[in-house]
Nanobody, 127 residues
Framework: QVHLVESGGGLVQAGDSLRLSCVAS????????MGWFRQPPGKEREFVGG????????SYADSVKGRFSISRDYSDHTVYLQMNSLKPEDTAVYYC????????????????????WGQGTQVTVSS
C-alpha cells in the first residue's frame, strides 16, 4: 500500500554528518509511526530510532542517542534522519519503515511491528 524510498547515504569520514530522507508514496495512511533501522555488514537489522504518528514523540537506540535526530514533514510525506558525529560503527544499510498500528506516543522497536519497508541506503563511515 505504501512505497518508501530512502536517499542521502554515502561515504563520509568519522565526525561528519549526513541527513537521510524517506519519501512515502502510494496512499500513505493518515496515522502511522515511522521507524529507522540499520543492518551492519554480517549482523542483524537493528532499531535506530522512530517518530510517532503525531510527530510529537521520538525515541532512539542508546547507541545513537544524542547524535541522531528524527523529524517528519507531512506536507511532502517525508521523514528525515539527521546523523551527526558519525562513527565507523554506524556503517550499515539504513532502512525506513511504517507502523500503522502504534497509538500516539508509542514507537515500537521490533522489525515485526513494521508493515512497509524501503530498499535501504548505504552509509559508510571511515576512521
Amino acid at each position: 500500500q505504501v512505497h518508501l524510498v530512502e536517499s542521502g547515504g554515502g561515504l563520509v569520514q568519522a565526525g561528519d554528518s549526513l541527513r537521510l530522507s524517506c519519501v512515502a508514496s502510494g496512499r500513505p495512511p493518515e496515522r502511522y509511526a515511522m521507524g529507522w533501522f540499520r543492518q551492519p555488514p554480517g549482523k542483524e537489522r537493528e532499531f535506530v530510532g522512530g517518530i510517532d504518528w503525531t510527530g510529537g514523540t521520538t525515541s532512539y537506540a542508546d547507541s545513537v542517542k544524542g547524535r541522531f535526530s528524527i523529524s517528519r514533514d507531512y506536507s511532502d510525506h517525508t521523514v528525515y534522519l539527521q546523523m551527526n558525529s558519525l562513527k565507523p560503527e554506524d556503517t550499515a544499510v539504513y532502512y525506513c519503515a511504517t507502523d500503522p498500528q502504534a497509538p500516539a506516543r508509542v514507537i515500537r522497536t521490533t522489525t515485526y511491528a513494521y508493515r512497509d519497508w524501503g530498499q535501504g541506503t548505504q552509509v559508510t563511515v571511515s576512521s
